[in-house]
Nanobody, 124 residues
Framework: QVQLVESGGGVVQAGASLRLSCAAPGRAFSTYAMGWFRQAPGKEREFVAAISWNGDLANSAASVKGRFTISRDNAKNTLYLQMNSLKPEDTAVYYC?????????????????WGQGTQVTVSS
């Protein structure tokens, strides 16, 4: 069982930055591709960014490209999402997820384990 714990959310003004973290204790972390997703009230969960097991491959949604950066530190079993130039439309609960595969995916159904989520609120 993979346990994922997100942190780093908060309330910020438009234009600010936040860095989300996802702790994933366990030896298997370095063998999983990881992803960040978000869900706003009344909307479906959507892809934000994903990264391969070793960090060599990463992709992100068009809506966050150039503003958000996904990274991982396998020595610390931790996934990150650096979010810059935040906009009110980025307001959502952000989830990290693991995938039993080396390579990233943007599809919710291809991830096996999920964290509890962390709230990000961006005011205008």
């Amino acid at each position: 069982q993979v346990q994922l714990v997100e942190s780093g959310g908060g309330v910020v003004q438009a234009g600010a930055s936040l860095r989300l973290s996802c702790a994933a204790p366990g030896r298997a972390f370095s063998t999983y591709a990881m992803g960040w997703f978000r869900q706003a009230p009344g909307k479906e969960r959507e892809f934000v960014a994903a990264i391969s097991w070793n960090g060599d491959l990463a992709n992100s949604a068009a809506s966050v490209k150039g503003r958000f950066t996904i990274s991982r530190d396998n020595a610390k079993n931790t996934l990150y999402l650096q979010m810059n130039s935040l906009k009110p439309e980025d307001t959502a609960v952000y989830y990290c997820a693991s995938r039993s595969n080396y390579y990233p995916s943007g599809k919710v159904r291809e991830y096996d384990h999920w964290g509890q989520g962390t709230q990000v609120t961006v005011s205008s």
